[in-house]
Structure formats: structure tokens, C-alpha cells
Nanobody, 119 residues
């Protein structure tokens, strides 16, 4: 079994910064991709950023130039550095991982962490 533990959400004023972290643990053989999605009230869940094995990244257009996804070397932990936050970034942010585990390929979701951007 594979688990994701998220942290780092909270409240911040527009223009501020937050860093989210997501640690994967369990029966992981390899990680194909880790990323972040978000879901605002009344809206569908959307991709924010993905980090593929290696260094390839993918970002939603709405966060390009403001958010950066990275992975800690040698660890199954991914970060989302969020700068120049806007009220429209307010959402529950979910970590996602696509892994190969001891029982096969899995897609795993975290429990979500709330980010609120408001003055």
C-alpha cells in the first residue's frame, strides 16, 4: 500500500507565498510522476503541476511563472512553491502520485490541504 502525506496549506494575502509538501511512503518500487491538483468550491478538480521521473515538468497555464514543482533528491517528497498568490488560487490542493508498487501500478491521492488567498 502507498500513502501520501501533505502539508503546508494555510491562509495568505494576495501576493504572498506558500510551499506545499507531499511525502510518499509504503511499498514503492518506483515513482513515475508526482504532482498537484486543486479543486475550488463549485469547480472541477484541475491539474496544477506535474513532475515526471527525471526532470520533466508540466504546469497549468494559470500558474506558469508563479508556481514551481520540485522533488527532494533521493526522497519520495515533492514540493509546490507557490509565489504571487492570487485569490483565484484558493482551493483544496491534492497531491497525486503514479507509482509502481510491489503489487503493481497504482495512482494514489492525498487527503488534500486547503489554501486560502484573501485580504
Amino acid at each position: 500500500q502507498v500513502q501520501l502525506m501533505e502539508s503546508g496549506g494555510g491562509s495568505v494575502q494576495p501576493g504572498g507565498s506558500l510551499r506545499l509538501s507531499c511525502a510518499a511512503s509504503g511499498s514503492i518500487v518506483s515513482i513515475n510522476a508526482m504532482g498537484w491538483y486543486r479543486q475550488a468550491p463549485g469547480k472541477e478538480r484541475e491539474l496544477v503541476a506535474t513532475l515526471f521521473s527525471g526532470t520533466r515538468t508540466n504546469y497549468a497555464d494559470s500558474v506558469k511563472g508563479r508556481f514551481a514543482i520540485s522533488r527532494e533528491n533521493g526522497k519520495n517528497t515533492v514540493y509546490l512553491q507557490m509565489n504571487s498568490l492570487k485569490p483565484e488560487d484558493t482551493a483544496v490542493y491534492y497531491c497525486n502520485a503514479r507509482v509502481f508498487s510491489t503489487i503493481g501500478a497504482l495512482e494514489v491521492w492525498g487527503q488534500g490541504t486547503l489554501v486560502t488567498v484573501s485580504s
